[in-house]
């Protein structure tokens, strides 16, 4: 029987997505049993983030400083923006290494359902950014749902009067399927095939 901290621990830990009950003990195990080398990094890990984090003001991408590291980075290319629902679309793409550019994350997709309206997104935002000028390309990688093509239609049609070329990802990406759980081949190809919106 673990004490009421241990208890608190493991509970936290088994409300992250991917982990369970049985999972979080055994972490929990593992955390005690390597204190110096498991435990303690793992605390200044998280301390550092949890104070630091914050939200691109540029991006909206997740990151401890803001700019984020992709925005502050001098070696990316200011001419192709690629738009994402997701931060985990974004770090999915960056993962991969695929896209030289900048990204612009949404905050979500289009969906009359769950009423999520163009202002409920970073769309306004993302607008501005193009019609500021520099920007060459648009990616629009949005998931292949039915509500992420909507809202990749959308962007385009309030894109048109920018003089910039406007692509999306290419077909391939199984339909239905969320860009974070793609492997990172199926993404390159969709990548490197993007094509020109129609
Ligand atoms: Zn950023």
């Known amino acids: 029987m673990a004490s009421q901290e241990i208890e608190a621990l493991s509970q936290a ?4 997505p991917g982990l369970g009950p049985r999972s979080a003990r055994r972490a929990v195990l ?4 390597k204190r110096q080398t498991a435990l303690e990094p793992l605390l200044a890990a998280l301390q550092n983030v949890a104070d630091n984090l914050s939200t691109c003001s540029i991006c909206g991408n997740v990151d401890t400083s803001d700019p984020c590291s992709i925005c502050a980075d001098p070696r990316r290319d200011d001419k192709s923006l690629c738009v994402v ?15 030289p550019g900048r990204f612009h994350v949404l905050g979500g997709r289009l969906s009359a359902l769950e009423g999520v309206r163009p202002e409920d997104l970073g769309i306004d935002k993302l607008v501005s950014r193009v019609a500021a000028g520099g920007i060459d390309e648009v990616v629009l990688a949005m998931n292949a749902t039915l509500e992420g093509q909507t809202t990749a239609h959308y962007l385009a049609e309030r894109l048109e009067r920018f003089p910039v070329r406007i692509t999306q990802l290419a077909h391939g990406l199984p339909v239905g399927g969320e860009l974070d759980y793609l492997d990172e081949g199926t993404l ?11």
């Open 30 to 33: 593992h955390l005690m049993k």
């Open 188 to 198: 390159a190809q969709a990548m490197r095939a993007r094509r020109p919106v129609a």
């Open 13 to 16: 830990l088994a409300r992250l």
């Open 85 to 99: 629902e997701e931060v985990a679309d974004l770090w999915a793409l960056d993962r991969s290494r695929l896209f």
